[in-house]
C-alpha cells in the first residue's frame, strides 16, 4: 500500500518567515496530494491540493509543488503568521485511498 | 450544506457499555469513511462505505461495526471497546470514492474508562 513519509516533525519559525515542509510517497500511482491543516482539537481543514498533472499551485500564502519522478511534494508558506500556528498533515490517494503522512507541527514564533 | 456533521461531539462510556457515534452529510457525496485519530498521530482509516455498500475494512476489531443505513447517514456501533480506543474519530465523505473533495466532521471525542 501507499506509505507517506513527512519532514520536519517540529518547525518553528520567526513570525514574517517562509516554512516549508516536504513528503515523499511510495505508490507512483498516486495522483491526488492534498494538505490539511489541524488546530488542536478540531478537524483536519484541506488548505491546498494538487493533482499529478501540474507541478505547483499557488493560493495567496500558500504553494504547493509537486516531483512526480522523485515522488515528492512540498508546502510553502510564506509571511507566516501567528494563526498558521497548527499540525499540517500531506496526503496521497494511493490505491484510492487518502493515506495521511505523520505530520508537522509548526510554531510561528512572535 | 456543505457539511459533515458528527454527533455527539463527545463520548464517555464504560468497557461494557453499547453505544453509537453518528455521522451525515446532505451533498449528494458517494462516498464515507470513518477514520481514528490518537493524539499526535495522523488520522488512520478504519471502513469505507460506497454507494451504501462496505467497500474496505482495515483489520477493524469487531467490536466496531459500521453500518450505512442511506446515503446520507453513517453509524459506527461501538461495543466492549477497551481504554485505548479512546481517540478522535472522524467521519469523512467524498463524491466518491477515491475522488478527490474530502470533507471532514468535526469528530467526536471519545474516551473509554
Known amino acids: 500500500g501507499e506509505n507517506v513519509e513527512q519532514h520536519p516533525s517540529t518547525l518553528s519559525v520567526q513570525e514574517g518567515d517562509s516554512a516549508v515542509i516536504k513528503c515523499t510517497y511510495s505508490d507512483s500511482a498516486s495522483n491526488y496530494f492534498p494538505w490539511y491543516k489541524q488546530e488542536l482539537g478540531k478537524r483536519p481543514q484541506l488548505i491546498i491540493d494538487i493533482r499529478s498533472n501540474v507541478g505547483e499551485k499557488k493560493d495567496q500564502r500558500i504553494a504547493v509543488t509537486l516531483n512526480k519522478t522523485a515522488k515528492h511534494f512540498s508546502l510553502h508558506i510564506t509571511e507566516t503568521q501567528p494563526e498558521d500556528s497548527a499540525v499540517y498533515f500531506c496526503?496521497?490517494?494511493?490505491?484510492?485511498?487518502?493515506?495521511f503522512g505523520t505530520g508537522t507541527r509548526l510554531t510561528i514564533i512572535p | 450544506d456543505t457539511e459533515v456533521t458528527q454527533t455527539p461531539k463527545h463520548l464517555v462510556m464504560g468497557m461494557t457499555n453499547k453505544k453509537s457515534l453518528k455521522c451525515e452529510q446532505h451533498m449528494g457525496h458517494r462516498a464515507m469513511y470513518w477514520y481514528k485519530q490518537k493524539a499526535k498521530k495522523p488520522p488512520e482509516l478504519m471502513f469505507v462505505?460506497?454507494?451504501?455498500?462496505?467497500?474496505i475494512n482495515e483489520s477493524v476489531p469487531s467490536r466496531f461495526s459500521p453500518e450505512c443505513p442511506n446515503s446520507s447517514l453513517l453509524n459506527l456501533h461501538l461495543h466492549a471497546l477497551q481504554p485505548e480506543d479512546s481517540a478522535l474519530y472522524l467521519c469523512a465523505s467524498s463524491p466518491l470514492f477515491g475522488d478527490i473533495g474530502y470533507t471532514f466532521g468535526s469528530g467526536t471525542r471519545l474516551t473509554v474508562v
Open positions: 462505505y460506497s454507494y451504501e455498500k462496505l467497500s
Open positions: 496526503a496521497a490517494n494511493g490505491n484510492e485511498k487518502l493515506t
